[in-house]
């Protein structure tokens, strides 16, 4: 079971830190990626990080803005989100997957989804 947290409501420009804690598996095993969803629009990749955590990718509307993380020890992923901006806006989704990848239908378990709202 995955469980996303880390989201709430926050100013433009500011930052937040989106976690996924994993029990009953194990993170190391897998692939980890970030998604979001923002209303109408259909899920989308964020970031995508390697079962060690040494290769990462980005979509381009986050790179230099966000960050993700793992700490294996800890059975979690993170999402470093700095100078949000309001079209961050949306539900974010942590999932595991067996190859590192941007598409979603590699990706085999989610979370429930955390919302992140960046005001103006």
């Known amino acids: 079971q995955l469980q996303a947290f880390g989201g709430g409501l926050v100013q433009a420009g500011g930052s937040l830190r989106l976690s996924c804690a994993a029990s009953g598996r194990t993170v190391s095993s897998y692939a980890m990626g970030w998604f979001r969803q923002a209303p109408g629009e259909e899920r989308k990749i964020v970031s995508a990080i390697t079962r060690s955590g040494g290769s990462t990718r980005y979509a381009d509307s986050v790179k230099g803005r966000f960050t993700i993380s793992r700490d294996n020890a800890k059975n979690t992923v993170y999402l470093q989100m700095n100078s949000l901006k309001p079209e961050d806006t949306a539900v974010y989704y942590c999932?595991?997957?067996?190859?590192?990848?941007?598409?979603?239908?590699?990706?085999?378990?989610w979370g429930q989804g955390t919302q992140v709202t960046v005001s103006s």
């Open positions: 999932a595991v997957s067996l190859v590192w990848s941007s598409r979603e239908d590699d990706y085999l378990y």
